[in-house]
């Protein structure tokens, strides 16, 4: 099974890569656009680790939240 067909099975969009000829020719081109890029994977690392970071933290206060509060003792009527 071919890598596209693959990712649409798995129900993720298949990446797609620029056609060769569509690739800038000149070298201080090539390198702006792999800058260029690389920032903005490096912008959205930064987004992806932010809100990671709130997720786990909602989870940590839901998962407290559905905990309520257990202070309360436990008194076995049999035992009184």
């Known amino acids: 099974m071919k890598r596209s067909?693959?990712?649409?099975?798995?129900?993720?969009?298949?990446?797609?890569?620029?056609?060769?000829?569509?690739?800038p020719n000149d070298l201080n081109t090539a390198h702006e656009v792999i800058v260029t890029q690389s920032v903005f994977i490096q912008e959205l690392s930064g987004k992806n680790e932010q809100l990671q970071k709130e997720l786990a933290e909602a989870?940590?206060?839901y998962s407290k939240l559905l905990a309520g509060n257990r202070s309360e003792k436990f008194i076995n009527p049999a035992d009184a």
Do not use: D, F, H, T
Request: aromatic share 0%.
């Open 5 to 23: 067909s693959m990712a649409i099975v798995l129900g993720v969009s298949p990446i797609s890569m620029p056609e060769p000829n569509k690739l």
């Open 59 to 61: 989870q940590a206060e």
